[in-house]
């Protein structure tokens, strides 16, 4: 026997002076599902695994079937737009994960079904639970509740859910109701294209009575203007829950919907109800109205004594409900307040840690410049083989403290969204140079071999960020060499063309080292997470290299892959791509580059170097000597602008932070002078901050370029190369005389 579910009493209602209470009262009536133990949200923290992590960045866009005309819960507006209460869940989804909501909107709701079912779409955002839906989707966690309605009109002796039997019923044909009416009403159906139109056939009579959700039949007969309708809410058997309905292939993506509905608040589900849901107009008040007219004239004290206390009792619960409201009020206005206090010592907290880290930067970089500049001037110097030696050991430590602190600026970067990839033109053959020779002074006292292979074939102008390549480059080789105490460390660089203007570039490092386990191959590339340490406490690091050159390496549109067997070694393969300037080959392969020489001489130029500190000046003199030019210093902007006042100098290398008058002040005191030649004077920034948008922030307050400390020597003789101007340059040959940059 087919089970009848159970009926409650009708709301009542009618009166016009009662229609606000029980506006409330529906109000916080069809908000108390969004409040219950079941479904309200804890405000934690959105924890993802990386499994999760890793199919949002595979699966950046979900594509969404649309029911368009299932208002209030998805429809198009008259714009065109997606709208309503699934979409509002949608976009607080897409502001927690990253994910980006694609909706179908062109194809029927029927079909859309058997494209997710088939794997041509990824998800159903309004899917009512039947037993036939969960064999054929993975469903989500319950994130809307609401009660069936019986839609009849005011003159309708239908009275309840029991009176319908034997009647044929009006149903929207692709919802849960059409089941549900089928298989426990027991009642011939009648299907409809959309809610609104089966309402409208209720009013004009053309169907006894439509079943649908609530809010729906509420928000249709409101929009059409209908006012003859009477709505009967009751309870059943089934669980009336809307759900996201998954494609059975992508179980993660169920996952992280279930996490990140578990982490929306109660104030934000009430934002989304009270934007799409008004209660209160649904005219039921008049059945219970007509109830209480009946009682018996012939008690008419017992009735006005209950009137009296029905009047009171009713006061009593506007009263009630009115508090309640105001609680519930004064809770949203709490909870919005601490949210705002909340983002306000958030971003505090962000502004104070690239306040910290461009201080650090700078205070780090400024003695840095220093040990590694100075390491380069002696080593231009005819030293005892023993000497030297020390000296290139001095240089080397200064470049590991170095790439220390670019990877722990570069991990701000990265933990912000701030990651930049530059594009400049540079010579793939001098950048592996650098990197081997850097490598390779690492190794000098260590029993291991360095070899390298380079593909001949490969082009040696590229544009891309050289500095990036670096990096990944000499963290891998120099992870190679940590963990490798004896045997050999190899490099094998290779390409392959995409089309004409691009390449991708493959470095492949191996070593002879201690290997790595294989249940720790999944703990790599996590940030600050050293494998095996108990294993080998004798080898140092930050735990940070591995992540910062995977992020890198994913910013130009590759990745790193890792293989290793414990105890006999491991296999780094970088991939990235990078644009091609000129197909010609090498000239020559990066072990077999000469020692580099200053490429011009400017004896009749004249260059001013602007710093605080003693020392700095001694490195640029140092640096700048092989290139005869004329060099003038000072100890502070306002020198500086007095010295410029006085003589015509070719270039200006500016300090940033100085004492009396810092670096940005002084050249935009320059730019402000009468004469032309101020106005267009070279004047390139020399900086120890090297944080995220200083270089754009420099160029935008009057530098004509920006180098960052410690100094590069190629940047350097680039810059010059760019600034000097070419009627005082007298170029150097290849293998001349011209002193050791």
Request: with cysteine; proline share 5%; glycine share 6%.
């Amino acid at each position: 026997m087919t089970k009848v579910p159970s009926i409650p009493p009708s709301c009542a209602g009618g009166i016009k002076r009662a229609r606000p209470a029980l506006r409330l009262f529906f109000a916080v009536l069809l908000t108390l599902p969004l409040l219950s133990a079941e479904t309200v949200a804890q405000d934690a923290a959105l924890i993802l695994t990386e499994a999760e992590k890793e199919f949002i960045r595979d699966h950046p866009v979900i594509r969404v079937a649309v029911a368009a005309h299932f208002a209030p819960f998805e429809f198009l507006d008259n714009h065109g737009n997606y709208v309503g209460i699934a979409p509002d869940y949608l976009t607080l989804i897409g502001e927690k994960t990253g994910l980006r909501f694609v909706p179908a909107v062109d194809i029927p709701f029927v079909d859309a079904l058997k494209k997710v079912s088939d794997g041509e779409l990824d998800l159903l955002p309004t899917l009512g639970w039947t037993e036939e839906r969960e064999k054929i989707f993975l469903l989500t966690r319950p994130y809307y509740k609401y009660k069936p309605a019986l839609v009849v009109r005011g003159d309708s002796p239908i009275k309840s859910v029991y009176d319908i039997r034997g009647q044929p019923l009006a149903v929207q044909r692709s919802t849960s109701n059409a089941h549900f009416a089928f298989s426990t009403l027991n009642v011939a159906l009648s299907l409809y294209d959309s809610d609104g139109d089966a309402v409208l056939a209720v009013a004009e009579g053309r169907e006894a009575a439509m079943l649908g959700y609530l809010p729906v039949v509420l928000y249709a007969a409101r929009n059409l203007g209908l006012s003859n309708l009477n709505f009967i809410s009751f309870s059943s058997e089934y669980d009336n829950a809307f759900c996201m309905g998954v494609r059975t292939d992508m179980p993660e993506l169920r996952n992280i919907l279930n996490k990140t509905l578990a982490t929306i608040t109660p104030a934000e589900k009430i934002a989304i109800q009270s934007r799409w849901v008004r209660v209160g107009d649904d005219g039921s008040e008049k059945r219970q109205m007509r109830y209480l007219a009946g009682a018996s004239a012939a008690v008419l004290l017992a009735m006005a004594t209950f009137i009296i206390l029905k009047t009171y009792s009713h006061r009593k619960k506007i009263a009630l409900h009115r508090q309640n409201e105001n609680m519930l009020q004064e809770m949203v206005r709490q909870r919005t307040e601490d949210l705002q206090n909340q983002t306000r010592l958030a971003v505090e907290a962000s502004n104070a840690k690239s306040a910290f880290l461009a201080k650090m930067s700078h205070e780090i970089r400024t003695p840095m410049n220093v040990v590694i500049g100075l390491a380069e001037v002696l080593l231009r110097r005819d030293l005892p083989a023993d000497a030297a030696k020390e000296v290139r050991h001095i240089k080397q430590s200064g470049i590991s403290l170095l790439s220390i602190i670019n990877d722990i600026l570069d991990f701000s970067k990265i933990s912000e969204g701030r990651m930049e990839v530059a594009d400049a033109e540079y010579a793939l053959r001098d950048l592996l140079g650098d990197v081997e020779d850097i490598i390779r002074s690492g190794i000098a006292d260590k029993p291991v071999e360095f070899t390298t292979h380079i593909d001949a074939g490969l082009p040696d102008s590229l544009r891309g960020d050289a500095n990036r390549v670096r990096q990944v480059l000499l963290n891998l080789l120099g992870n190679a060499v940590k963990y490798t105490r004896r045997g050999s460390v190899s490099l094998a660089v290779s390409g392959a063309m995409i089309g004409d203007k691009s390449i991708r570039l493959s470095f492949r490092v191996a070593d002879t080292g201690i290997g790595i386990r294989q249940e720790d191959m999944g703990e790599l590339f996590v940030s600050f997470r050293r494998v095996d340490v108990q294993g080998h406490p004798d080898i140092e690091g930050t735990g940070l290299g591995l992540s910062i050159a995977r992020s890198q390496c994913r910013a130009m549109g590759g990745d790193i892959e890792a293989a290793s067997v414990y105890g006999k070694g491991s296999v780094f393969t970088a991939v990235l791509v990078q644009r091609v300037v000129e197909r010609r080959p090498q000239r020559a392969s990066a072990g077999q580059k000469k020692k580099r020489t200053a490429t011009f001489i400017a004896p009749e130029a004249e260059v001013l170097v602007v710093d605080d500190l003693p020392s700095n000046l001694l490195v640029a003199e140092g640096l700048l000597a092989p290139y005869r030019m004329r060099i003038f210093t000072c100890a502070n902007g306002r020198e500086a602008v007095d010295l410029v006042m006085q003589r015509p100098f070719d270039l200006v290398l500016m300090d940033h932070m100085m004492p009396e008058m810092d670096g940005v002040e002084a050249t935009r005191a320059v730019r402000a002078l009468d004469e032309e030649r101020c106005r267009t004077m070279p004047i390139v920034v020399l900086t120890a901050n090297a944080m995220s948008g200083m270089q754009e922030m420099f160029l935008k307050s009057g530098f004509n370029d920006f180098l960052s400390k410690p100094i590069d020597t190629d940047l350097l003789d680039r810059m010059l190369t760019q600034w000097i101007p070419a009627g005082k340059r007298r170029n150097v040959p290849e293998g001349g005389n011209g002193a050791p940059v």
